[in-house]
């Protein structure tokens, strides 16, 4: 059994993975928070907790002046009967009154885990795969039943919870803060790692203390965004990627959030994750009820490197869908930064045929197919064939892809509208939009109003029937502008706050519906590249443009960053030309490939324009990728050395057998005469022999160094190292290739 109950000791045990999570009911009711960490054999906690009188911690019972809410470690705060910090639970009932009082009413625990109705879930295949505990917390006053829901999953270290209310009363509520999870830890001296970042910066690592201040990272933007990201770490003072202690928590979510941490004067620390209650109020009527996004939550003795194996393996099994999750994607060559918007139908064909004959699979045809586009300024909305550029039309087009033995894609924006097209003109009531007030435009668009039914109703039937009538085989689902004058018309004066998580609603309504229609497509979802890299996408979309930064070495922090929880399958990483588009900088062919290869390979360059020695290279770059890709996409990574201290940057795959493996090393700036370093290597077995074999030698100005194969122990590989070639010149790289060795007998 993962979860159990003691109804002696009231307490509830959580075996999740290779840790326990404990609560307790305090005085039989008040449900509490007494441990996460590492597994406990014993399952429940002895030790009672600890209250003493404290001055200005009000006392809910008159006869006990050692109990306040304010000092109680709760799972599940609320505001207003003596807990001072930041509530979980905010809401206003037609009096006037926001007190809720909640107490422990019952519990359930079952095999398997619900699917949530409106909102991306993790999930099993069969039943015995998890186990759900359902807490019911209710307040007699006003009815309303909170029920907390917590599922592990065995042969995993990560535990999901969400929340459902349910409104058994006879008055609306309004609910303006309804986080998906809260608890109360002990985290002395902790730091915090979030991932802040930009447009083309996207998922930077950043430390900072805890402290003994409110820490609120959060998007207002109607998207999860580039400039953070619904993941936290706290992690104990000495933390490394192989050793310290991590608590992470990722909200499965793609619109407004919020992360708190918020640690108090007795040092406890309050986590609380969910739904921004930013600009957010829900009218909950009698009977109603009201489901929170699920939050991922782990605990990880072995510092970050464990961490993100612990969600890589999660999320390929238990939120990626589709029959993509466990199939290798296919190397594609997108047009978006070889042509932009001019290309007609022969310059996409000679880029097709260069792009077949060095060996890739999938031909994408980005931005600028529709409508009369241009340019950015038109046609969002008007998903109809421009025949200037493609005269025989969409279908006729992916055939004659799909002749050259190639797969087709395709780039849409279905969430936008141009203020230039026929949608628009047609019905200029189907953006956001506040009548009366003036309408701000980003990157020329509005944001269509999929808190709409109407609309989501109307982009489905178009994206249906382009998706029916054209052979396409993968659709690069972008969302180029975030949302402003957040008002519906479709929607009451009363539910206007509603607008924002509405939207994300329909999103995921418009996005389930699609995928399930065309369960053969493979979805790739993008916001100007990574500003929805979250785990809410993920569970309709299994890979994500990663970023619109295409430079190696700007990519190797955006990647290591983003590679915190998720997995190299669901990154896409393209080679681009140089100077590179974004920064301007120079770097060889050769090591953009190595830090494409990080993800899932792609190519987003003029192939036209290249020599033969280049041309050589991208189909030894490409057959060398097959080679590898499963250990890279269903491996487990190791960060070796973190590109941060802009010197060097290293990684390693190794496959779950470990019969194989593959590291990259990434020199950024070279040095005179340096000192001459090796790579300890990591998840290798220890008693295994195996033939290394250094490759990069040809381009990079690698010093001399051989033999290129050596046959090696895994314990000297981890003990020992690798010996690091003496590269010459900046941004320069090279690749080891591991594989178990054939001794013969
Ligand atoms: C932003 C994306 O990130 C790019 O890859 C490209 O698809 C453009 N949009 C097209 O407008």
Same mark, same amino acid.
């Given at each position: 059994?993962?979860?159990? +109950?003691? &109804?002696?000791?009231?307490?509830?045990?959580?075996?999740?993975?290779?840790?326990?999570?404990?609560?307790?009911?305090?005085?039989?009711?008040?449900?509490?928070?007494?441990?996460?960490?590492?597994?406990?054999?014993?399952?429940?906690?002895? &030790?009672?907790?600890?209250?003493?009188?404290?001055?200005?911690?009000?006392?809910? %019972?008159?006869?006990?002046?050692?109990?306040?809410?304010?000092?109680?470690?709760?799972?599940?705060?609320?505001?207003?009967?003596?807990?001072?910090?930041?509530?979980?639970?905010?809401?206003?009932?037609?009096?006037?009154?926001? =007190?809720?009082?909640?107490?422990?009413?019952?519990?359930?625990?079952?095999?398997?885990?619900?699917?949530?109705?409106?909102?991306?879930?993790?999930?099993?295949?069969?039943?015995?795969?998890?186990? /759900?505990?359902?807490?019911?917390?209710?307040?007699?006053?006003?009815?309303?039943?909170?029920?907390?829901?917590?599922?592990?999953?065995?042969?995993? &270290?990560? =535990?999901?919870?969400?929340?459902?209310?349910?409104?058994?009363?006879?008055?609306?509520?309004?609910?303006?803060?309804?986080?998906?999870?809260?608890?109360?830890?002990?985290?002395?001296?902790?730091? %915090? $790692?979030?991932?802040?970042?930009?447009?083309?910066?996207?998922?930077?690592?950043?430390?900072?203390?805890?402290?003994?201040?409110?820490?609120?990272?959060?998007?207002?933007?109607?998207?999860?965004?580039?400039?953070?990201?619904?993941?936290?770490?706290?992690?104990?003072?000495?933390?490394?990627?192989?050793?310290?202690?991590?608590?992470?928590?990722?909200?499965?979510?793609?619109?407004?959030?919020?992360?708190?941490?918020?640690? #108090?004067?007795?040092?406890? !620390?309050?986590?609380?994750?969910?739904?921004?209650?930013?600009?957010?109020?829900?009218?909950?009527?009698?009977?109603?009820?009201?489901?929170?996004?699920?939050? /991922?939550?782990?605990?990880?003795?072995?510092?970050?490197?464990?961490?993100?194996?612990?969600?890589?393996?999660?999320?390929?099994?238990?939120?990626?869908?589709?029959?993509?999750?466990?199939?290798?994607?296919?190397?594609?060559?997108?047009?978006?930064?070889?042509?932009?918007?001019?290309?007609?139908?022969?310059?996409?064909?000679?880029?097709?045929?260069?792009?077949?004959?060095?060996?890739?699979? =999938?031909?994408?045809?980005?931005?600028?197919?529709?409508?009369?586009? #241009?340019?950015?300024?038109?046609? $969002?909305?008007?998903?109809?064939?421009?025949?200037?550029?493609?005269?025989?039309?969409?279908?006729? @087009?992916?055939?004659?892809?799909?002749?050259?033995?190639?797969?087709?894609?395709?780039?849409?924006?279905?969430?936008?509208?141009?203020?230039?097209?026929?949608? +628009?003109?047609?019905?200029?009531?189907? *953006?956001?939009?506040?009548?009366?007030?003036?309408?701000?435009?980003?990157?020329?668009?509005?944001?269509?109003? @999929?808190?709409?039914?109407?609309? *989501?109703?109307?982009?489905?039937?178009?994206?249906?029937?382009?998706?029916?009538?054209?052979?396409?085989?993968?659709?690069?689902?972008? %969302?180029?502008?975030? $949302?402003?004058?957040?008002?519906?018309?479709?929607?009451?004066?009363?539910?206007?706050?509603?607008?924002?998580?509405?939207? %994300?609603?329909?999103? +995921?309504?418009?996005?389930? !519906?699609?995928?399930?229609?065309?369960?053969?497509?493979?979805?790739?979802? *993008?916001?100007?590249?990574?500003?929805?890299?979250?785990?809410? $996408?993920?569970?309709?979309?299994?890979?994500?443009? /990663?970023?619109?930064?295409?430079?190696?070495?700007?990519?190797?922090?955006?990647?290591?960053?983003?590679?915190?929880?998720?997995?190299?399958?669901?990154?896409?990483?393209?080679?681009?030309?140089?100077?590179?588009?974004?920064?301007?900088?120079? !770097?060889?062919?050769?090591?953009?490939?190595?830090?494409?290869?990080?993800?899932?390979?792609?190519?987003?360059? #003029?192939?036209?324009?290249?020599?033969?020695?280049?041309?050589?290279?991208?189909?030894?770059?490409?057959?060398?990728?097959?080679?590898?890709?499963?250990?890279?996409?269903?491996?487990?990574?190791?960060?070796?050395?973190?590109?941060?201290?802009?010197?060097?940057?290293?990684?390693?795959?190794?496959?779950?057998?470990?019969?194989?493996?593959?590291?990259?090393?990434?020199?950024?700036?070279?040095?005179?005469?340096?000192?001459?370093?090796?790579?300890?290597?990591?998840?290798?077995?220890?008693?295994?022999?195996?033939?290394?074999?250094?490759?990069?030698?040809?381009?990079?100005?690698?010093?001399?160094?051989?033999?290129?194969?050596?046959?090696?122990?895994?314990?000297?590989?981890?003990?020992?190292?690798?010996?690091?070639?003496?590269?010459?010149?900046?941004?320069?790289?090279?690749?080891?290739?591991?594989?178990?060795?054939?001794?013969?007998?």
């Amino acid at each position: 059994m993962m979860i159990v +109950y003691d &109804s002696n000791l009231q307490q509830f045990s959580l075996q999740v993975g290779k840790a326990s999570y404990v609560m307790a009911l305090h005085k039989g009711s008040y449900l509490t928070t007494r441990y996460f960490g590492l597994r406990l054999h014993g399952d429940f906690l002895a &030790s009672p907790f600890v209250e003493v009188p404290r001055s200005f911690s009000p006392n809910p %019972m008159a006869d006990d002046e050692r109990f306040s809410l304010d000092t109680l470690p709760q799972e599940y705060p609320v505001f207003g009967n003596s807990d001072f910090r930041l509530p979980a639970l905010e809401v206003e009932f037609e009096d006037g009154s926001r =007190l809720v009082d909640l107490h422990y009413d019952q519990h359930r625990i079952y095999e398997g885990k619900p699917k949530l109705h409106v909102l991306p879930s993790t999930y099993v295949e069969e039943e015995k795969q998890a186990q /759900t505990l359902e807490i019911d917390l209710f307040d007699a006053v006003s009815q309303l039943r909170v029920t907390l829901r917590y599922t592990v999953f065995a042969g995993h &270290s990560i =535990l999901v919870r969400s929340v459902l209310l349910h409104h058994e009363g006879d008055a609306p509520i309004r609910v303006s803060r309804v986080m998906s999870m809260a608890m109360d830890l002990s985290l002395p001296d902790y730091q %915090m $790692l979030h991932l802040p970042g930009a447009h083309a910066r996207e998922r930077e690592m950043t430390w900072q203390p805890i402290g003994k201040t409110m820490h609120s990272i959060e998007s207002r933007r109607g998207a999860s965004s580039h400039q953070q990201n619904p993941f936290l770490a706290l992690a104990s003072p000495t933390i490394t990627e192989e050793d310290g202690e991590v608590y992470s928590v990722a909200l499965a979510y793609s619109g407004n959030f919020q992360l708190v941490v918020d640690t #108090d004067q007795y040092d406890v !620390t309050r986590v609380m994750v969910g739904i921004n209650p930013f600009d957010f109020r829900y009218l909950l009527s009698p009977g109603e009820k009201f489901e929170t996004p699920e939050v /991922t939550v782990g605990f990880h003795a072995h510092g970050l490197g464990e961490m993100s194996r612990d969600y890589h393996r999660f999320f390929r099994k238990h939120l990626l869908s589709g029959r993509y999750r466990d199939q290798l994607r296919p190397i594609l060559i997108n047009n978006w930064e070889a042509t932009y918007f001019q290309f007609d139908e022969q310059v996409l064909l000679q880029l097709a045929d260069e792009a077949k004959e060095v060996g890739i699979e =999938l031909f994408v045809l980005d931005d600028g197919w529709f409508g009369q586009r #241009d340019d950015d300024r038109t046609s $969002l909305g008007d998903w109809v064939v421009d025949t200037r550029k493609l005269p025989h039309g969409l279908g006729a @087009f992916g055939e004659q892809i799909r002749q050259k033995n190639m797969r087709f894609g395709l780039w849409f924006e279905p969430e936008m509208i141009s203020p230039d097209s026929a949608l +628009y003109r047609t019905h200029p009531d189907w *953006c956001l939009f506040v009548p009366g007030r003036n309408q701000s435009v980003s990157r020329h668009q509005y944001v269509l109003d @999929f808190s709409s039914k109407e609309v *989501c109703d109307a982009i489905i039937e178009q994206l249906t029937k382009i998706l029916s009538q054209a052979p396409i085989d993968y659709v690069k689902w972008d %969302m180029n502008r975030h $949302l402003t004058e957040v008002g519906s018309v479709s929607l009451a004066a009363n539910r206007q706050k509603e607008v924002s998580h509405r939207y %994300m609603l329909g999103v +995921y309504r418009v996005m389930d !519906t699609l995928t399930k229609r065309f369960p053969f497509i493979l979805f790739e979802s *993008c916001s100007g590249g990574g500003g929805r890299f979250d785990p809410g $996408l993920l569970a309709y979309m299994p890979q994500v443009w /990663t970023s619109d930064n295409t430079d190696a070495i700007a990519r190797l922090s955006i990647q290591f960053g983003t590679s915190l929880i998720y997995p190299a399958i669901a990154m896409g990483s393209h080679v681009s030309a140089v100077p590179n588009h974004q920064v301007g900088r120079v !770097t060889t062919l050769q090591t953009r490939g190595y830090v494409a290869m990080m993800g899932n390979l792609g190519y987003e360059l #003029d192939l036209r324009r290249l020599g033969e020695e280049d041309r050589a290279t991208i189909r030894q770059q490409i057959a060398f990728y097959q080679q590898w890709r499963d250990v890279i996409c269903f491996g487990d990574l190791y960060r070796l050395k973190h590109p941060s201290k802009q010197q060097d940057a290293a990684f390693l795959y190794v496959s779950e057998k470990r019969d194989r493996a593959i590291v990259t090393y990434i020199q950024i700036m070279a040095r005179a005469n340096p000192a001459l370093k090796r790579l300890r290597l990591q998840g290798l077995a220890t008693n295994e022999t195996y033939s290394v074999t250094l490759h990069g030698t040809e381009q990079t100005g690698v010093f001399a160094l051989s033999p290129l194969t050596l046959v090696m122990n895994g314990d000297e590989l981890m003990q020992y190292g690798l010996a690091i070639p003496y590269l010459h010149g900046d941004f320069l790289g090279c690749v080891w290739t591991i594989e178990k060795a054939e001794i013969a007998p």
